[in-house]
């Protein structure tokens, strides 16, 4: 089977690599290209904009990176947050500081403690018990448009079902103040450009205080929340701020990634209509196309990191102080390692793409992702097998580096609703 | 057939015990543990596709 990949970036002009802006919507609808053009380069790419940063795309540079902390330090901002495009210095915002104090910047050894508290949480053993109301809230979705015949694949299925399964499986946040956080969203200042962590941040602050202020005078549920609120670091508790700030990295390394990656599979179904023929008929295949998917099209492109010591990568000098990008979405395409990287493969071995990342800031979320992303899938195939992909489909960087469709409309014949009563999941 | 883990390698990505739940588990605090030192011939092969799909390549495995 070599289902080419969907053709978005075909026919887009040959970008400069060494001028590669991920903020640049021309270079983000071309992504793929970029990053095969510095595949053809090398495994270590510079880039002039925001001061000069190394673009990371090889398998075994990403490797080596990724899990030599010591040398790659996490302790890092997205280019925007600290450098204007000609490259001048600023100092982080407030919004961006309390992040550097989160799970995801901390390096080891004060990392260990957090995550070790956290990983309980996720593991396939606790994760399991969400299956059922995933499938619940998928067809729930669905309900709410089968009968119309058309929807849009991300606003009405993938986009509130990566919400629904964080907030009430995840954080117990009870499914009615969903319609608050909805709002929110809703009324985040339209940014062409994609909104950026600090415009997130703002947005969702409220709605996580008030959530968590809430949380405290609960009962305790002995979950994620009560685990941020009674950890600590060297004998000191988290802060209310940083407990905070961690539910907001949750959310945003939680919700926008695994609801993009739902989205870009079926996007891509949409156009290769004999693989989604081949998965419809025999969903035990899903398990495997999803890591093919995922190897395809992990939403998370690129991560930062600073250099902390003088060292040589891929035939590069990189200098204590540099700037890195890790491309895990370049390093699961590398083509030392996947023959014609590019193409949809079934039979493919994919154990070693890295779209969840490696070390010790691999996400934590992964197996809360995959389950959901194949019982999205298998509902969604189930229900509605045949579609067609409408006008209007827009694909775009989202929150700095995660990148997804923002709308994907979508038509199919209409089918009755399986469930009688909505639990609020739709919005 | 014995099975080494490098604990200082495994960041409990849990592949190992997606494929063979017999050989590995995660600890309390989410990170691998080998069930057995010694892979039963039954469980060889099993223990070959863990070892392959871990991405950290944290799991060896000796004759
Ligand atoms: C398909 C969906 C997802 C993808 C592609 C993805 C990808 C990633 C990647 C590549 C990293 C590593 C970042 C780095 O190296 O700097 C990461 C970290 C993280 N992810 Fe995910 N993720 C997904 C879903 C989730 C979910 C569902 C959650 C939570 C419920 C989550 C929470 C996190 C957190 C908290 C971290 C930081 C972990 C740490 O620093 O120890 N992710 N993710
Ligand atoms: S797959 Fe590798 S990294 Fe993951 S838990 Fe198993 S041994 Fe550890």
Known sequence: MGTTESDRTGGCPVHDIHQFDMYDPAYVAAIFDVFAAMHAEGPVTRAEPYGGWWIITGHDEVFAAARDHRTFSRQTEFPTHRFTRDGQEFPPNPASAIMLRTLISLDPPAHKPVRVALNPHFTPAAIAPYEPNIRAYANELIDSFSERGSCDAWLDFAQPLAHVVIFAELLHCPVERLADLWAIIENLPPNANGHTVDDLLEAMAEFVTDFVLWRKEQPPLGDVIDTLLATEINGQPLSLDVVIANVVLILAAGVETTGSVIATALDFLGRNTEL??????????????CEELLRLFGSVQLQPRTVMQDTELGGQQLKRGDRVLLAYGAASRDPKLYECPEEFRLERDTKSHVAFGLGAHRCIGSNIARLEFRVALEEWLRRIPVYELGAGHVYRRKIDH???????????????????APAGVAR | MKLVLDTDAC????????LAPDLFDLDATGYALLLVATVPPELEAAAREAAAACPERAIALEP
Request: charged share 15%; proline share 10%; hydrophobic share 45%.
């Open chain 1, 276 to 289: 989604r023929a081949q998965l419809a008929a025999d969903p035990a295949l899903l398990e495997q196309a």
């Open chain 1, 402 to 420: 995660i990148h997804g469709p923002v709308a994907l409309p979508l038509t199919f014949p209409a089918s009755t609703r399986e469930t009688a």
């Open chain 2, 11 to 18: 960041q409990g990505h849990a592949r190992c015990l997606a």
